[in-house]
């Protein structure tokens, strides 16, 4: 589909690291606390602002690689695929730990998302990784391509906080941070993650 190799598992995909606790839950959590729905929302806001910047950075570098390297492509792909499997395995024989703290102001919700996400040292490696599993070097079309996937995952990302902020105002006392409950999110998404990772890497 306009040179995505599967795009229901590039969805299924998105939606698995949604979930996976981290700081842009946390934002949007506290930011509901604080801010109530509008504060939540923005704070999503901030967070899909953050997550394009860096997902395009990433393109840059993979188109970059793709059209200069295409034989090297491949091994970006591999290389991808190795880092999900390894990310997977770490969350899944993470301890339970405290979640972090974050120190959200009132009336800056957006801002301070977009700068927590902006700021995430993983995110921008994360992108590089994912971006090429799922693109068909041979029926790319280059900023369409991209665009949807970009597109795709800032609808599911606004999809997504929509509900986190909603459950969180309705059912705040219930959503606090739970060690248990994200511990156990993030040894499922660790899970998801090594599959596709291997799913993705017997594609090749």
Do not use: C
Request: glycine residues 12%.
């Amino acid at each position: 589909m306009v040179g995505i190799v599967d795009y229901g598992a590039f969805v299924v995909a998105i939606i698995v690291f949604l979930l996976i606790p981290g700081p842009g839950n946390l934002a949007l959590i506290t930011s509901t606390g604080k801010g109530r729905i509008r504060g939540g929302l923005a704070s999503t806001l901030g967070v899909i602002l953050g997550d394009q910047v860096l997902m395009w950075l990433a393109v840059a570098g993979v188109a970059a690689v793709l059209t200069a390297y295409p034989a090297a492509f491949n091994a970006v792909q591999w290389l991808g695929a190795a880092y999900l499997v390894w990310l997977g395995g770490r969350m899944l024989l993470a301890k339970a730990g405290a979640a972090p703290v974050l120190q959200i102001k009132p009336h800056h919700y957006l801002r301070q998302a977009f700068m927590i996400t902006l700021l995430n040292p993983k995110a921008v490696v994360f992108y590089m990784a994912f971006f090429p599993l799922f693109v068909d070097p041979a029926a790319h079309q280059g900023l369409r391509t991209f665009g949807l996937m970009a597109l795709t995952i800032a609808a599911l990302t606004f999809a997504y906080g929509l509900v986190v902020v909603l459950l969180t105002h309705f059912l705040a006392e219930r959503l606090r941070a739970n060690p248990q409950i994200s511990g156990a999110m993030g040894k499922l998404a660790g899970v998801f993650l090594i599959g596709f990772g291997v799913k993705l890497a017997l594609s090749r």
